[in-house]
């Protein structure tokens, strides 16, 4: 990384020294717990292109912060996400042979592409018959069922989270609306209806459960058991350990359909300014749904 350029370098090697220019650019502090981040000085509001705000936002998660990438889902540098930057800055700065780097990533990009499709390329895209079911499925007896489900109004920066607890009967052993002053990715909001439906379940001893959510890229990255470098990654990473302090519990996935009740709940959150909780009530939210809606 601290090699410099030279006037007779070759393309690829002007292209290197450009791009790790482009990667010093615009990181940016994923924040955890920001005890060391300079909250008028360092870069760490996902919002290009200065990453600065200028009031502080309390610290929600667990863990501690760490660099990212913005520009990736992931939170992590690729040739992808790189070319794409690079291809946006329409013009500034760079090699004098801007044209001949771009297609020179461009060329790289591709390639990747095609190895991808190639080793994907015999999976199948059917899905098992009982995922299509619309029904609720329930969870083995001495289990309990949590479905959660976050909804997002973005013109008021606020996120809904429903939750419902049901056990092995089918009976709605608790239920919650919980609203959120917040500007979250869809991906985030999601996890974060997923940890609160864990601390729900653990707060009231509603454990050992199976929560379902219908975000499965959100159940893979739980299931990997590695939290990303992205902002969901913090969530991910207290949802893990979350879980591993209540044994037997999982996280899976499911339809849309089977969330219907949870995703009512979050859009109910979305006009409520307190949380509301229900214990083994499933009408008197029922009811206070009807009203506003």
Same mark, same amino acid.
């Given at each position: 990384?601290?090699?410099?350029?030279?006037?007779?370098?070759?393309? @690829?090697?002007?292209?290197?020294v450009w791009g790790r220019g482009l990667v010093e650019m615009d990181p940016r502090w994923r924040v955890g717990d920001g005890s060391t981040i300079e909250i008028y000085n360092d870069k760490w509001l996902p919002r290009p292109t200065?990453?600065?705000?200028?009031? $502080?936002?309390?610290?929600?998660?667990?863990?501690?912060?760490?660099?990212?990438?913005?520009?990736?889902?992931?939170?992590?540098?690729?040739?992808?996400?790189?070319?794409?930057?690079?291809?946006?800055?329409?013009?500034?700065?760079? $090699?004098?042979?801007?044209?001949?780097?771009?297609?020179?990533?461009?060329?790289?990009?591709?390639?990747?592409?095609?190895?991808?499709?190639?080793?994907?390329?015999?999976?199948?895209?059917?899905?098992?018959?009982?995922?299509?079911l619309d029904m609720w499925k329930a969870p083995c007896e001495g289990f309990l069922k949590i479905n959660t489900n976050a909804a997002i109004d973005r013109e008021r920066q606020v996120v809904g989270v429903g939750i419902i607890v049901?056990?092995?009967?089918?009976?709605?052993?608790?239920?919650?609306?919980?609203?959120?002053?917040?500007?979250?990715?869809?991906?985030?909001?999601?996890? @974060?209806? /997923?940890?609160?439906?864990?601390?729900?379940?653990?707060?009231?001893?509603?454990?050992?459960?199976?929560?379902?959510?219908?975000?499965?890229?959100? /159940?893979?990255?739980?299931?990997?058991?590695?939290?990303?470098?992205?902002? /969901?990654?913090?969530?991910?990473?207290?949802?893990?350990?979350?879980?591993?302090?209540?044994?037997?519990?999982?996280?899976?996935? @499911?339809?849309?359909?089977?969330? /219907?009740?949870?995703?009512?709940?979050?859009?109910?959150?979305?006009?409520?300014?307190?949380?509301?909780?229900?214990?083994?009530?499933?009408?008197?939210?029922?009811?206070?749904?009807?009203?506003?809606?």
């Amino acid at each position: 990384m601290m090699a410099g350029d030279s006037a007779r370098g070759l393309v @690829v090697w002007k292209s290197l020294v450009w791009g790790r220019g482009l990667v010093e650019m615009d990181p940016r502090w994923r924040v955890g717990d920001g005890s060391t981040i300079e909250i008028y000085n360092d870069k760490w509001l996902p919002r290009p292109t200065s990453f600065k705000i200028v009031s $502080p936002k309390k610290a929600t998660f667990r863990s501690p912060h760490t660099l990212c990438w913005h520009y990736a889902a992931d939170g992590i540098y690729s040739i992808n996400s790189g070319y794409r930057l690079a291809m946006s800055l329409d013009g500034e700065s760079g $090699p004098s042979n801007l044209q001949a780097v771009a297609s020179w990533w461009k060329a790289i990009w591709c390639l990747c592409w095609k190895k991808f499709w190639a080793a994907n390329e015999k999976i199948s895209t059917g899905c098992p018959p009982s995922f299509r079911l619309d029904m609720w499925k329930a969870p083995c007896e001495g289990f309990l069922k949590i479905n959660t489900n976050a909804a997002i109004d973005r013109e008021r920066q606020v996120v809904g989270v429903g939750i419902i607890v049901q056990n092995h009967l089918g009976r709605v052993i608790a239920s919650s609306s919980q609203w959120i002053s917040a500007s979250y990715s869809p991906l985030t909001a999601e996890a @974060v209806a /997923v940890l609160r439906g864990i601390a729900l379940a653990v707060a009231t001893g509603l454990v050992p459960f199976v929560l379902e959510t219908d975000t499965l890229g959100l /159940v893979n990255l739980v299931k990997a058991g590695m939290p990303n470098q992205a902002d /969901v990654g913090l969530v991910i990473g207290d949802i893990i350990g979350r879980l591993r302090e209540v044994p037997a519990s999982v996280v899976g996935h @499911v339809t849309r359909k089977r969330n /219907v009740v949870s995703h009512t709940l979050a859009k109910l959150a979305l006009n409520i300014v307190e949380d509301l909780l229900w214990m083994e009530e499933f009408t008197e939210w029922r009811d206070a749904y009807r009203k506003i809606f």
